[in-house]
């Protein structure tokens, strides 16, 4: 199992599609020792992944700490960070707290598109110094790239060139409309450009060693298998069901994406919460609605429940951008 604690809302980027709206610290994040807390109580509730993001948070001068302890209770720290803030100093702090791995965000091979979209000029370049040091410091990292309409033709550029850089995988986000995000729904991709970048990065599974993981894009598990891939993944959408996300004032949500909160950390041990959500029971049952009610592909998909709350107000109503159920024909631009 896996989960995310977006650590704080502080972030030195303004990134156009922040599901988080980060920017400026707010009051009331966890401190410490309620980090360290919640940290022992996510272990205790059976999950052995925890992804410390933010914001940026390597702006939590605890951080370190709060690394060091996820490690000692037996759990795989990874950091999920833009990256411009990385020195070997850092790095080498990094790697002596126990981090397992960096998720560093990467939206394109032109500098120009990822620091449009991150709102920095001098971001990419940052970005691509930082994965950099970390190959030359030992320090396993992994690349995410979130797809829009900007990008959306370049995705397997993007993993050909952070390869080369030593990246271990390549997680690719497909946009859900919330945060900032709902701003820009002019660049979103529908079901059948989805279903063209699906495809596209399944087949480069095929002739690379590094993992590729499309992420909000859940009938990528089904695909998989109707091409003969065999993934270490079992379901697509995880929310509720093996994953959860804690925001920094504590709220605990089904996942990123999908803001509906399932409890508070500070009000409820988060290994009780975790077992007796009716959010989370509800997920659990699997019982969806509309077109994904009777899918066969329902127990290895999952549908986008996020997208689902945000289309139709209910998240366990379909996936409005199902690329197995929809009508719109392919755009017929090759993915590259």
């Known amino acids: ?46 999950f052995r992944i925890v992804i410390l993001s933010g914001g940026e948070p390597l702006l939590r001068p605890d951080i370190f700490e709060l690394i060091a302890h996820a490690a000692s209770v037996g759990m795989r720290p990874v950091l999920g960070t833009n990256g411009v803030l990385f020195t070997r100093e850092i790095i080498g702090r990094l790697k002596k707290a126990g981090l397992a791995r960096a998720g560093i965000s990467l939206d394109s091979t032109d500098r120009k598109i990822h620091d449009a979209f991150r709102k920095q000029q001098g971001a990419w370049e940052a970005t691509v110094a930082a994965m950099k040091l970390c190959h030359q410091e030992g320090l396993d990292f992994q690349v995410h790239t979130t797809v829009t309409r900007r990008n959306d033709k370049e995705v397997l550029r993007i993993t050909d060139f952070v390869e080369g850089l030593g990246a271990k995988a390549h997680h690719i986000f497909f946009l859900v409309p919330t945060g900032r995000g ?24 095929k002739t690379t060693r590094m993992e590729l993981k499309p992420v909000c894009a859940p009938q990528f598990v089904p695909l998989a298998r109707s091409l003969g891939l065999t993934l270490r993944f079992q379901r697509g959408c995880l929310a509720g069901t093996s994953y959860c996300c804690i925001l920094p004032n504590g709220d605990v949500h089904p996942c990123p994406y999908l803001p509906l ?17 009716q959010i989370f029971k509800r997920l659990r ?12 592909q329902k127990n290895s998909c999952g549908g986008c429940r996020a997208r689902a709350f945000h289309a139709l107000g209910d998240y366990m109503a379909q996936d409005p951008e199902c690329i197995f159920h929809r009508s719109e024909p392919a755009h017929d631009q090759p993915i590259r």
């Open 285 to 296: 049952t699997l019982d969806y609605g509309g077109t994904c009610a009777g899918c066969a």
């Open 182 to 205: 709902k701003e820009i729904s002019d660049v979103f991709i529908g079901a059948a450009q989805i279903e063209e970048v699906l495809r596209a990065v399944l087949e480069k599974q």
């Open 261 to 277: 909160k399932a409890g508070n950390v500070r009000q409820e041990k988060f290994s009780l919460l975790w077992k007796d959500s």
């Open 1 to 46: 199992m896996i989960i995310s604690w977006n650590t704080t809302k502080a972030c030195n980027l303004k990134c156009e599609h922040c599901y988080r709206d980060a920017g400026g610290r707010e009051t009331g994040e966890l401190s410490t020792e309620e980090g360290k807390e919640l940290l022992s109580e996510i272990a205790k509730a059976g």
